[in-house]
């Protein structure tokens, strides 16, 4: 984490959105990160979102699990709610608090090796239980932390920066929140902000679970020649299914678009995702035809990007227990803990 804060200078020129907050209310503490990390360039995505999106610093709630990934939250929001969860163990503490409190907006910062490894279980029971929060997994196929070994989604037959080469198939978390039934699932480069401040966008303001695999290339341990993760190999392969933009339902749209480029999305807020297409035959609503498009490229060596599914339907968390609309930190002891009879009452509806 950092402790170094940013000097707080005020100036009239400067840009302000509707609450009346600058650029600068979004920011966190200096980055500690090796210089030229992908992850910066999410973090300022990520500025760059809440900015737009005016969302008061304070309703937000920031978790992370262990890593070079999970030091990111430090970076943005010092306004926020954050924890760092034990490694892997993150989407348990985000259950937890969305449970209590689901009137916040929650984001999770992971990585590949938190994610896809140590936290596997967590990652896949939060994804089929649709908790509301945007995950956002900063993939780079290595441990960076520990100098640099291949991670759960390193590509078979990539180069280690030592010169090993990697006989295990990758855990690709895209196909894999596609099988468990995600209803918001999308892929971006950290190099791509014109794509990624749309999808951080979109993801925040989905009601349910948003995956956004970031490639997010390391530039000490896995940006040589043989790495499929690096600067150079994703700029040559990435493939944009589509370019996608976001549009709040309050503003007006004044960009105009030629005809049959853009699929417009609802999502439950009212607001929109506009989508132009790159493959005109492509469904953003078939969840078979996304697993078979990303899969069919992937043999290509292609990464997609772009926002791959999304099920408007899919109840989240909260829906589908049942809970009422009243944030449950809200309710007073006796509502929480009615006593023992309402207990043997609830247990005799299940005899």
Do not use: W
């Not at 929650?106 to 990585?111: D, K, M, R």
């Amino acid at each position: 984490m950092s402790y170094i804060t940013k000097p707080r200078l005020s100036y009239s020129g400067r840009k302000r959105n509707k609450l009346g907050l600058a650029m600068r209310d979004y920011e966190g503490g200096m980055s500690t990160l090796c210089a030229g990390c992908g992850h910066d360039s999410i973090t300022a995505a990520l500025i760059q979102a809440f900015f737009e999106l005016n969302i008061p610093p304070e309703r937000v709630v920031k978790l992370s699990g262990i890593g070079c990934s999970s030091k990111t939250p430090a970076y943005f929001l010092n306004a926020s709610h954050g924890i760092n969860a034990v490694h892997g163990r993150m989407p348990a503490l985000a259950t937890g608090a969305n449970a209590a409190n689901r009137d916040l907006y929650y984001i999770g910062v992971s990585g590949d090796g938190d994610s896809l490894s140590i936290g596997l279980g967590q990652f896949g029971h939060a994804i089929r239980r649709n908790l509301n929060m945007l995950y956002i997994i900063e993939n780079n196929g290595v441990y960076g932390l520990t100098k640099g070994q291949f991670s759960a989604s390193a590509d078979k037959g990539s180069k280690a920066k030592t010169g090993e080469i990697n006989a295990q198939p990758p855990i690709d978390p895209v196909l894999m929140a596609l099988s468990l039934g995600g209803a918001f699932v999308a892929r971006s480069f950290s190099g791509d902000k014109q794509q990624l401040v749309p999808l951080i966008k979109a993801g925040l303001m989905h009601q349910g679970f948003a995956l956004l695999d970031v490639i997010s290339p390391c530039v000490t341990f896995n940006d040589h020649d043989g790495s499929t993760k690096s600067y150079v190999y994703t700029r040559e392969h990435f493939h944009e299914t589509i370019h996608t933009d976001f549009v709040l339902a309050a503003d007006e749209i004044t960009v105009e678009y030629d005809e049959g480029e853009v699929v417009p999305v609802d999502l439950h807020d009212g607001s929109h995702i506009l989508l132009r297409k790159v493959a005109p035959d492509y469904e953003p609503k078939d969840r078979g035809n996304a697993i078979s498009y990303i899969q069919h490229h992937q043999e290509k060596g292609e990464i997609v990007t772009g926002l791959l599914y999304l099920d408007e339907q899919a109840g989240d968390l909260h829906t589908t227990s049942n809970t009422i609309d009243q944030p449950l930190n809200e309710l007073s002891y006796d509502k929480l803990c009615p006593g023992a009879d309402a207990l043997e009452e609830i247990f005799e509806a299940y005899r």
